[in-house]
């Protein structure tokens, strides 16, 4: 556990937009130690884990229609850890040094940040009503999901939900359009479908449409976002964004939640770099330029999503 990462992301007033800013998030799809089996070949216990989503859609589920399930407003355990230190312990390492992912299970520690959890699985849709037992909220990272909002400003009641569908296989001579249309399609009958949580206003449709031309256009201005981490426009070579990811947050005061939206880029990039080769003996320095293959991974939009339009938060502001 990173001690120091946890105490970031809560820090007074700014401290979670801040951080945002500042720590590019990797939430991955999350699973929880379950129980633990002997394994008589090599005489030791053998962790079984078990995906949050699978987890909570049965022991914390509050009511179920088909692919729309509603969770109980189970709180969970957030703990951040550097991504390189993760790799490093389970053997695997690889260089992402700015990367951190958060671990959330149901495990209460010194340290961690109580927070509500929506997970995602394909086809489905997970809704939950935000109780006022964490502060924080997080959902699964998002590549084409959909995250809602429903708000009753007389009871306060704030329903989050997070929608996915998969894209099907084109029929022949059919294209894109046919994909594009199935998913639209999709993801309004799980919306239309989920009764829980149409018992309030809906306020907020925060979907593909709006973080990927995001990604698109902010990928054209790679570079200068790199600047920012001090890597100068002369020593890149190339760089090609490869990946992005959407995260959305929120953030309890009193009965008002404010939510938040961070994206990622991962980017894959060719570095010039001037390294110092003494001839023997004294001779003169020479300087010889090589390249260095790097992934670096920056953060390219922060921006409030709810409550009001969407806007950018500058660096030192909660927006």
């Known amino acids: 556990m990173s001690r120091a990462l946890n105490q970031r992301f809560t820090a007074g007033a700014n401290g979670l937009t801040n951080f945002l800013h500042r720590r590019p998030m990797l939430v991955e799809v999350q699973d ?35 692919a729309v399930r509603t ?35 149901f495990t209460p520690g010194v340290d961690k940040i109580p927070m509500y959890y929506l997970p995602w699985k394909e086809d489905a849709r997970f809704s939950m009503k935000l109780g006022k037992k964490a502060d924080y909220f997080m959902t699964a990272g998002m590549h084409g999901c959909k995250f809602e909002v429903n708000y009753d400003p007389h009871s306060k009641d704030t329903i989050v939900s997070h929608t996915n569908i998969q894209p099907q296989a084109t ?37 593909k449409l709006s973080y990927f031309w995001d990604a698109i256009r902010e990928s054209g201005r790679v570079h200068q976002h790199m600047m920012h981490l001090g890597v ?18 929120g953030k309890r005061t009193g009965d008002n939640w404010t939510f ?16 110092k080769k003494k001839k023997w003996l004294g ?37």
Not at 34 to 63: C, D, K, W, Y
Not at 305 to 316: E, H, S, Y
């Open 32 to 66: 929880v130690e379950t129980e633990r089996r002997f394994n008589p070949m090599t005489q030791t216990e053998v962790p079984i884990r078990t995906g949050l989503a699978e987890l909570l859609a049965t022991s914390h589920q509050a009511s179920r229609n088909n």
């Open 171 to 207: 029929p022949v001579g059919q294209g894109n359009v046919f994909v594009q249309e199935h998913v639209r399609q999709g993801l309004e009958q799980l919306t239309e479908d989920d009764v829980f949580s149409n018992q309030c206003p809906h306020v907020l449709t925060f979907g």
């Open 260 to 275: 938040y939206y961070q994206l990622t880029l991962m980017v894959r990039c060719s570095l010039k770099e001037k390294v």
């Open 232 to 249: 100068g426009v002369d020593e890149i070579e190339e760089a090609s964004p490869s990946a992005y990811q959407a995260n959305v947050v």
């Open 71 to 105: 969770l109980a407003a189970q709180v969970m355990y957030c703990d951040f850890e550097l991504y390189d230190v993760i790799n490093q312990a389970q053997g695997t390492p690889r260089s992402r040094p700015r990367l951190v992912c958060p671990q959330i299970d």
């Open 283 to 319: 001779m003169r320095t020479v300087w010889k330029e090589e390249r260095k293959q790097a992934v670096i991974d920056v953060v390219v939009a922060v921006k409030k999503i709810w409550p009001g339009d969407i806007a950018d938060v500058p660096l030192g502001t909660d927006g």
